[in-house]
Every structure is written in C-alpha cells, then in structure tokens.
C-alpha cells in the first residue's frame, strides 16, 4: 500500500517560513491535499490540489508537489498557525482503492 | 451553509455492535463522495470507509468484514454500521465529503467518539 511520510515535528519562530514535507513514491503524479488540525476540533482543508487554496484560507499558505516530495509552506508564521497538520492522497495502485494520510506533523510556534 | 454532524458513539464491549450516524445539510450526499475517517487517540488520520455517488463502498483493510457503510437519501444521512469491535477501533469518528474521487476532503463534520473496552 502506498505509504506518505511527514516529520513529525516542525518548529518556527513567529514571522518566519515553515515548510512541512511529505514523500511518497512519485508523490507528483499524485493530487495532494494537506489539513490542519488544531486540538480537540475537526481538521480543516488548507491546501487541495497541490496549491489550491480553498476561500478563506490565508494566502500565508502555499503548497507544491514534484518527484516525490509535496510541500506544505506557510509564510510569516503566526501563533496562530500551531497545530498538527496532514497530507493526503488518493491511492489507486492496490486491489481497491484508498485514501491515504501522512503520520502528521506537529507544528510549533517558538 | 454545509454541515455534517455525526451521533452514535459510546462505549461499547469488545466484540460489541455502534452504528454511527452523519446528518448533512446543505448538500445531497448520494451526489458526493462521502467516507468516514478516524483518528485512535493521540494518533493521525485514518481513513475508514467512502460510499460513491453510484452507490460503490470501499474499506480499509483494518475493518472490512467488520464495517459496513450505507446512506438513506430521503434522510440524506450516512451511516456506518460497526460489527465485532476491538480496542484497536477505538477512535473519534469523522465524516467527510469529496466532490471527486481523487479530491481533498472539503467538509468535515465534528467527530463521535467509539470506546471499545470492558
């Protein structure tokens, strides 16, 4: 089955960029959506399609995708902008097909 | 607006039967995608269960067998029907909806929480 890796934690000072990596095997042929979860509530989408950023979405967040790493960047990092955040794709490679996260990453906000 | 508001969870015996219910609004769920993912304690994201437009179900390999996914369109509610629980299915439980088979999951509802334990 097909397997995204994400670190486990990122941390950044306030103001400054994060990138959170996910690989997989040729990740870019694959469409990457990335979610953020913040303690106790549901995950929210943040980044669909690679670098499509749904509406209401800070344009803080950027993503990309190629060989096989996908990339979550949030620019001047805020407070804010702590909490766990996954990738995700959709695996057709088995006898069924899946949807797939990464482990997640923790971000902190030093 | 969309939402999505699931119900049903509770402690349950291993071996024991839930039958998790999502109540949409705002959209018709036999015309999306709709899963149900979960997340076990202080772990990641586990996708569970995804029921077509057409009417296809697909599972994860940890519950097939166990798990059954079905929707009633004139309540347009997606239910998940869990069988022989183990503590290993212990997990807040989400549904999602997708737009596309390959698309990101755009709505979420808030997630019941399954405990399976004697």
């Known amino acids: 089955s097909y397997v995204l890796t994400q670190p486990p934690s990122v941390s950044v000072a306030p103001g400054k960029t994060a990138r959170i990596t996910c690989g997989g095997n040729n990740i870019g042929s694959k469409s990457v959506h990335w979610y953020q979860q913040k303690p106790g509530q549901a995950p929210v989408l943040v980044i669909y399609y690679d670098s499509d950023r749904p509406s209401g979405i800070p344009e803080r967040f950027s993503g990309s995708n190629s060989g096989n790493t996908a990339t979550l960047t949030i620019s001047r990092v805020e407070a804010g902008d702590e909490a766990d955040y996954y990738c995700?794709?959709?695996?057709?490679?088995?006898?069924?097909?899946?949807?797939?996260f990464g482990g997640g990453t923790k971000l902190t906000v030093l | 607006e969309v939402q999505l508001v699931e119900s049903g969870g509770g402690l349950v015996q291993p071996g024991g039967s839930l039958r998790l219910s999502c109540a949409a609004s705002g959209f018709t769920v036999s015309s999306n995608y709709m899963s149900w993912v979960r997340q076990a304690p202080g772990k990641g994201l586990e996708w569970v269960s995804v029921?077509?437009?057409?009417?296809?179900?697909y599972y994860a390999d940890s519950v097939k067998g166990r798990f059954t996914i079905s929707r009633d369109n004139s309540k347009n509610t997606l239910y998940l029907q869990m069988n022989s629980l183990r503590a290993e299915d212990t997990a807040v439980y989400y549904c999602a909806r997708s737009v596309a088979v390959a698309g990101p999951f755009d709505y979420w509802g808030q997630g019941t929480l399954v405990t399976v334990s004697s």
């Open positions: 995700q794709v959709w695996d057709s490679s088995s006898d069924h097909p899946n949807w797939v």
């Open positions: 029921i077509y437009s057409g009417g296809s179900t």
